[in-house]
């Protein structure tokens, strides 16, 4: 796809069904582009690592936004790393590899931290970041761009991701303290009941 290789192991394709089933159509479309941007982008760079691992991380990324996974307070991030903790532990997969997988996943929204990491967790930061916000979207030559979006279109991406983020919000709100979606349901929801990262400073229980 666009000259990358996606992986064909048995644990990729089931991966990505397993995605597939959970996810809507756009959410699946977008873990895929996650995927193909991220890889585009560590190609370009000629970085070396496991196409396998990286695809399951990013196939799996997201799980945490879907309500089948979601726990009451867990970070989405947390939620969808435990499941995919869950899915391949069912297959027995290595528990080092499964780490690296957990590892992506709950760092894959904070890339000033995933970026320093092993590559595999890199990719999926900057991959999903990519398509999420167009971070180094110049960075994709324009022909594989458009081959990689005819292949898995956006579908209103944007406006289901702000749905998403907005149901996090207002299902489990503490999970957003100190969290970047925490601005988004301060700026849609009346009365939103966390704390800024200010408050809590000054709400510390100390005399100075």
Sequence with gaps: MAGIRIPGSRLAREAAEFAREASSETLFNHVMRSYLFGCALLDRRSVSYDRELAFVAAV?????????????????????????????????????????????????TSTGIATRKRPEIAMVSLGSGLD????????????MREEILAAFPRKGFKQDALSSILSLCRTKPLSTLMH????????????YPVPTVEDLLLGAPFAD
């Design 60 to 108: 799996l990324h997201d799980l945490g936004l879907v309500e089948a996974h979601r726990t009451p307070a867990e970070r989405f991030e947390v939620d969808g790393a435990d499941a995919a903790r869950r899915f391949l532990a069912e297959r027995r997969v290595p528990a080092e590899r499964v780490d690296v997988v957990w590892d992506a996943i709950t760092l894959h």
């Design 132 to 143: 999420f916000s167009g971070n180094d979207l110049q960075q994709i030559p324009s022909g």
């Design 180 to 191: 970047p979606f925490a601005e988004v349901g301060r700026r849609h929801i009346p009365g």
